[in-house]
């Protein structure tokens, strides 16, 4: 897998993944100097090449002269997750049916930033995590627990019996700003055309709804799930 763009790179090497090697563009080790310098304090190998080569292995156009070459990403066990952070304050991210790469890296960023202990995708019919979202991510998908599981349903059932209170986000649900978003709590974020399925709607708690003023009748996923994350967080200081 590649990970494309300097803070990408950058947060891949404050991690403890291993690295194949670094391919930077020659004369880049000035303007992305830390990244040479830690990639050299790793023992990582570093590559030159010119533009028009790192330009041939990019996979995004976007490698702002540096891409780094490690293993396929290295998933978590759901029960990795569930056994993260402080009981009673933990916080999960379920995404049902993400298939959009910029969606899925804009929402382990969010996950990553309000402090979850993690995020659940499914093995099918969703996004899965690649060097493009590890970019869009800004990293941050080096630094949060994924899980893949066999469905979102099923690990909807697990953190229930650990206790989690599990909420589905969708415009018919209830105000969110009304719901107690303290103690363990799951967030389920739907798809960009379809929303939660009809199955995991039932599964859920409750359904919660972010109140919308203007003329469009929805949010992106990763905004809304940032908005509903940071409520959760606000309810907890």
Known sequence: MKIEGRNA???????????????????????????FAMARERNIRVQFADARALDRESETGRHQGVIAFVSEYAYADLEDILSAGEKGQRLVILCDGIEDVHNL??????AECCGAAGAVIPKNKSAQVTGAV??????????????????INYAIDKLKEAGFWVYGLEADGEDIYGCDLTGDVALVVGGEDRGIAALTRKKCDKLLSLPLSGKVNSLNASVALGIAAYEAVRQRR
Not at 12 to 34: C, F, P, V, Y
Not at 105 to 110: A, D, F, K, M, N
Not at 136 to 149: D, N, P, Q, T
Request: hydrophobic share 45%.
């Open 9 to 35: 790179v950058l947060e891949l090497l404050k991690t403890d993944r291993e690295i194949d090697k670094l391919l930077m563009q020659r004369g880049a080790e000035g303007s992305a100097g830390r990244i």
């Open 134 to 151: 590890v970019r869009i991510s800004e990293g941050a998908a080096g630094h949060v627990r994924v899980a893949r599981v066999p469905g």
């Open 105 to 110: 890296g804009s929402i382990l960023r969010v």
